[in-house]
């Protein structure tokens, strides 16, 4: 068959099905889509149509398709009440495969609730036997942060996972809280105390957070414990930190900067660094690019200066700035 | 409950009927109020609003134990495939109860097992926490029933259905099983989440004490109880979300109900407490 003859030939038409007969993948329902470009693609469909037809799949005993791509081509022809859209139906993916496409297809919201993703990435975990951040990061398209996060959350025991996900918002414990908390009750001084107890300390760290006790005042106060823990480790003094801690566990009385016990080379170091990095930084902003562009020990010098920065901030566990 | 007030009484503000009468009606609260407590609370209207505070108690409606067991019978028996035997039933079936342990949604979820002869441990395996939907792979021909015990406005139900449709993860059908409701809620829950609502109870626009629809009071009385609400909670005297309710249930009283019931703190008792403990105002 000639080229003209074939190009004359009708196309197939793809499977069409009604557009309420979609319904959002229910994995991750929570998409948050950019409202500019929704509209920009509103536009091109009520002029052309839908071009890429929906992936779907059928769910078993369901009378409707779910989405596994085109959320947004679905979005926009519900909006334009167009009576039906363009399908390619796949089989339905199992348990594992609809999780890890769905992590890949869509970006998390930022006031996502963590634990229910959590939860997910456990059950992912489970069946495929793997527990590699870098490996369910790359099947997930999770970030590398995300995904210790989320193991982190996990390693607490069933009764807060159930804190993190009640109905009541006002009672609903945050995520950021016991991911806070992890380097505490699991710090190797800590854990091997003889008076630890893993319960009755979170337990009490719960309690102080959301009754402001003993100095609590934002769930990134347990970075101060840990780093009071780190710097009596170093000045030879943990025990000593350790005990103080036990009593900030079980006494109200007791307050977080008890714990102290170098602090003054601690914030005599911070605060020389702190005045360090702002004359630097001032005399960066100062720079006049093109004056120093042939410099180039300057500028290889300042890329791994901002690598080590990078480098540190992901030690500290500071979110991306 | 304080006794504080009794003694200033000198005269009943109540017939020795009206007395009895409340105090029979409200015995399947779970500590019922005395007829002391009756008068205590009655004695904090002045004389010429006593009429008011009367038709405030008539106005209650109180589910007892009994009751909210009948409903949740009545309502398992009437969702679509489910059978008590597995091979009669369609898809898989699992029990939520709502909140974690200790709260009313577990104290319900054991009250519909009981009400449905679902108590015994071989039945354990159907009663979930909702972190445990995940990891059920539950499909469309499933069934998943959240038992909770009421819903005044619905928000709380829209505002968590997110977390939920994303645990269950599937087109699992999700029944919400609550012992009452109101129509305002039962129209939320169902415009905006795929909850499908079972409640044996439903209450109108009218048992909303402040509504037009309630005729039981008159405009200038519905203001007096908010003045009287204010005293018992200041931040709402109609009740959560302005429902303005009257009802009562035989565990607890639902946050929507109005303050004067159920407050209890140093400026306001009441017959129904939700905190059993005096708190500050």
Not at chain 1, 115 to 135: I, N
Not at chain 2, 124 to 129: E, G, K, P, W, Y
Not at chain 2, 232 to 259: E, M, Y
Request: proline fraction near 5%; aromatic fraction near 8%.
């Amino acid at each position: 068959m000639s080229i003209e003859k074939a190009a004359a030939q009708p196309r197939p038409k793809p499977q069409t099905v009604e557009t309420n007969k979609l319904r959002a993948n229910p994995h991750n329902p929570r998409m948050l889509f950019d409202e500019d470009p929704m509209e920009t693609l509103k536009e091109s469909i009520a002029k052309v149509g839908i071009l890429v037809p929906l992936t779907v799949y059928r769910a078993e005993g369901s009378e409707n398709f779910t989405i596994l791509d085109g959320q947004r081509r679905w979005t926009c022809a519900t909006a334009l009440g167009m009576p039906e859209v363009p399908i390619n139906e796949v089989p339905e993916p199992s348990l594992t495969e609809n999780i890890v496409t769905m992590f890949q297809i869509h970006k998390l919201r930022k006031d996502w609730e963590l634990m229910p993703t959590a939860l997910k990435l456990g059950v992912l975990m489970d069946h495929l036997d793997e527990r590699r951040d870098q490996v369910l990061a790359s099947l997930t398209g999770l970030d590398t942060a995300v995904v210790g996060r989320c193991k982190k959350l996990l390693t607490f025991e069933p009764q807060y996972h159930d804190m993190m996900l009640h109905p009541d918002p006002r009672r609903r414990l945050q995520a950021d809280l016991f991911i806070e908390m992890y380097p505490i009750v699991t710090d190797r001084s800590v854990t091997k105390a003889e008076w630890f107890n893993r319960i009755d300390m979170i337990d009490a760290f719960i309690r102080k957070h959301m009754e402001k006790l003993s100095g609590f005042r934002a769930v990134t106060d347990f970075r101060k414990i840990k780093a009071y823990l780190t710097a009596a480790r170093k000045a030879g003094r943990e025990d000593e930190t350790v005990s103080r801690l036990r009593d900030l566990v079980y006494r109200d009385d007791v307050l977080i900067s008890d714990l102290e016990v170098d602090a003054a080379r601690i914030h005599n170091t911070a605060d020389g660094l702190v005045r360090s990095i702002l004359r630097l930084r001032n005399e960066l902003v100062a720079l006049d690019v093109e004056e120093f562009a042939a410099e180039d020990d300057l500028w290889r010098e300042i890329e791994d200066f901002v690598q080590a920065l990078r480098a540190k901030l992901l030690d500290a566990e500071r979110r991306p700035v | 409950m304080s006794d504080a007030g009794i003694g200033a009484a000198v005269q009943l503000p109540a017939t020795e009927e009206q007395l009895s009468a409340w105090e029979a009606r409200f015995r399947p609260y779970r500590r019922h109020p005395s007829r002391e407590c009756l008068i205590a609370w009655l004695c904090q209207f002045s004389e010429e609003h006593q009429t008011i505070a009367h038709r405030v108690l008539d106005s209650v409606i109180l589910l007892s134990e009994d009751d909210i067991l009948q409903g949740y019978k009545g309502t398992l028996e009437s969702l679509p495939g489910w059978s008590k035997k597995p091979d009669e039933r369609s898809g898989r079936w699992f029990f939520v109860g709502m909140g974690d342990a200790g709260e009313s949604g577990q104290a319900m979820l054991r009250l519909f097992r009981e009400a449905n002869g679902l108590a015994a441990d071989r039945w354990q395996s159907l009663c979930v926490m909702p972190r445990e939907l995940p990891g059920l792979a539950l499909k469309a021909v499933d069934s998943v029933v959240f038992v909770d015990d009421f819903a005044g406005s619905g928000q709380q139900m829209v505002d968590y259905w997110p977390i939920i449709e994303e645990l269950v993860a599937s087109e699992a059908h999700c029944y919400l099983a609550l012992s009452a409701t109101t129509t305002r809620a039962e129209a939320e829950i169902r415009a905006h989440t795929e909850f499908d609502i079972r409640a044996p109870l439903v209450l109108q626009e009218e048992h909303n004490l402040f509504s037009e629809a309630c005729t039981t009071f008159t405009n200038e009385e519905k203001r007096l109880l908010e003045e009287y609400g204010k005293r018992a909670s200041k931040s709402q005297p109609r009740g959560f979300n302005d429902c303005g309710l009257a009802i009562v249930l035989s565990h607890k009283t639902p946050n929507n109900s109005v303050p004067i019931l159920h407050a209890n703190h140093d400026n306001w008792i009441s017959p129904f407490p939700r905190q059993l403990i005096q708190v500050a105002a």
